[in-house]
Nanobody, 127 residues
Framework: QVQLAESGGDSVQAGGSLTLSCKVS????????MGWYRQAPGEERERIAT???????TYSDSVKGRISISRDNAENTLSLQMNSLKPEDTATYYC?????????????????????WGRGTLVIVSS
């Protein structure tokens, strides 16, 4: 059974940095498509970063240049380094994982849906 557990959420001042981690158990991150999402109160869930099985990252325009997704195969974890945080980054952050479609991961796969999710970690950015 695949389980994901996020950690690292905190309350920080605008301009600060945080690193979120997602520990994966039950399978190996190196063969999964993985991603980070966030959901602010009253908003829809937003995909902000993905990493494919080759380690290629993608980012949403809302966070591009300020965040970095990475994968540690030895520790079986996924990380999200966030810099220059803004109040609008306040949200619950979730990691997600699932099998590739062929050799492809989102965003290359239209309408791809992750089936494995963590419970989220809360990030609050104050001005």
């Amino acid at each position: 059974q695949v389980q994901l557990a996020e950690s690292g959420g905190d309350s920080v001042q605008a301009g600060g940095s945080l690193t979120l981690s997602c520990k994966v158990s039950g399978y190996v991150v190196s063969i999964f498509c993985m991603g980070w999402y966030r959901q602010a109160p009253g908003e829809e869930r937003e995909r902000i970063a993905t990493i494919d099985v080759d380690g290629t990252p993608t980012y949403s325009d809302s966070v591009k240049g300020r965040i970095s997704i990475s994968r540690d195969n030895a520790e079986n974890t996924l990380s999200l380094q966030m810099n220059s945080l803004k109040p609008e980054d306040t949200a619950t952050y979730y990691c997600a994982a699932d099998w590739p479609v062929g050799d492809s991961c989102p965003p290359a796969v239209p309408r791809y849906e992750y089936n494995h999710w963590g419970r989220g970690t809360l990030v609050i950015v104050s001005s």
